[in-house]
């Protein structure tokens, strides 16, 4: 990662050093470069150039305002789960029109909100979720532009929790109906079919899934295009995977090669815009969350560094298995020993890593790697711990975008009894 490395001896995060952000803001505090988040948004831009494509950032991966100005300054389009993450893109002046709103569970009211704000496009999961949102858009007087999220069967081959493209999955409707419900779709008056939609999982390590998904998906809008319905856009979702420890997921631009070959043998170029919804592939590797050793405790069995980040500000590890790279920010020059890292919470779960071969003591500085995806976004406040400060850096600045929280907040919406 070039934006995160050891200069004389320590850890910066591009011309910043880490200590000095530590020293600063506190630990623990997530840490983002703002060049790497730029870099990899132009990676797919470029990649995509001449052709009509827009690359919506999934703001679920990581919603703080900062990324998602920094993507709309990038001429990015958004994929939302929620009003939540609607209003996050208003605040930051993005426009509603480049706005796809994803989601199994879309209430009334996050539909009202959301045709009230002008958002581009509803991708629909069921049948009953496009009566109401039908319902909702007529009562308004307007139409919601819709395109069907189908589930293509496809296996993504990744972890089971964030596989969402297999038949058994609650995700999208099944490939085998989606006809059907065009159909009534393309007959329901608050409804304006637009598009067609896939995503099928995430942290997708191969370019094979990903063809055999589109190769579903352009199946099915040949069958459309037969029965009279004639769409305007293909999404293919997002899901790229980003490298953790070992894995090695094709480059941006080779994705996006491949599945344009593939389109392109299947319809005549510029028939219909490209949509993607990448969050991971964004933001995953351009992140980090700086932790201080507290202790050093050795049972005998095992030898831990307890540090003072801990599960509710990282919790990919116990919930996935997830494995972050572990890194000192000032590395000792001693014999290195295994190390469990965990942190304060009172659960065993409460591990970030495990047997990783480091010389540290109390007062150390430790960088978890790949922490800009599903890290602060998943965070909780266990424990009644105020969550991590978030730290953008860009060259040689370094802003707070988010406050560490502080402890009276964490029971302000509280009330004893009376
Ligand atoms: C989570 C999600 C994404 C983003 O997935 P990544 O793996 O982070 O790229 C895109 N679209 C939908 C519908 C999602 O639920």
Excluded at 190 to 196: F, L, M
């Amino acid at each position: 990662m070039p934006w995160y490395d050891h200069r004389n001896g320590e850890l910066f995060a591009e011309a910043v050093r880490l200590a000095d952000i530590a020293e600063r803001y506190g630990t623990p505090t997530f840490v983002y470069s703002a060049s790497a988040i730029r870099n990899a948004y132009r990676e797919f831009a470029k990649a995509c150039a001449g052709r009509r494509v827009t690359i919506c950032y999934a703001l679920k991966a990581n919603s703080n305002l900062a990324v998602v100005d920094l993507l709309a300054r990038e001429g990015a389009g958004f994929d939302i789960v929620s009003a939540g993450e609607l209003r996050r893109v208003l605040a930051v002046g993005g426009d509603p029109a480049r706005v796809v709103f994803s989601g199994v569970g879309k209430s009334a009211a996050e539909m009202r909100e959301a045709l009230e704000a002008g958002v581009g496009c509803f991708n629909v999961e069921s049948d009953s979720e496009l009566e109401r949102l039908s319902e909702v858009a007529q009562a308004l007087g307007r139409r919601a532009a819709v395109s069907l999220r189908v589930n293509p069967d496809v296996d993504a081959r990744t972890h089971p929790y964030i596989s969402t493209g297999l038949r058994q999955n609650k995700f999208g409707i099944a490939h085998g109906r989606a006809r059907a419900t065009y159909r009534r779709a393309a007959g329901l008056p608050g409804i304006d079919v637009v598009g067609i939609d896939c995503h099928i999982g995430s942290q997708i390590t191969e370019i094979a899934p990903f063809l055999a998904a589109a190769d579903r998906v352009a199946d099915l809008v040949d069958e459309l295009r037969a029965d009279g319905i004639e769409l305007r856009h293909i999404d293919l979702g997002g899901g790229l995977g980003v490298r953790y420890r070992d894995e090695d997921p094709p480059s941006r631009q080779a994705l996006m090669q491949a599945i344009f070959e593939r389109l392109d043998s299947r319809f005549e170029a510029g028939r219909y815009e490209i949509m993607f919804e990448f969050g991971r592939a964004l933001v995953g590797n351009a992140g980090l969350l700086l932790t201080r050793v507290e202790y050093i405790k050795d049972t005998g069995e095992r030898r831990f560094a307890i540090v003072d980040a801990a599960m509710n500000d990282l919790i990919r590890p116990s919930l996935y298995d997830a494995w972050h790279g572990v890194v000192p920010v000032r590395p000792r020059a001693g014999a290195t020993l295994p190390h469990d890292i965990v942190g304060p919470v009172c659960e065993s779960g409460d591990w970030l890593a495990r047997e990783r071969m480091l010389c540290v003591e109390p007062g150390d500085l430790l960088a978890f790697e790949s922490a800009g995806a599903y890290a602060m976004v998943m965070s909780s406040n266990y424990n009644s711990r105020g969550r991590a400060a978030e730290v953008m850096v860009d060259g040689d600045r370094a802003q707070l975008v988010r406050e560490r929280e502080s402890l009276e907040s964490l029971y302000a919406l509280e009330r004893t009894l009376k």
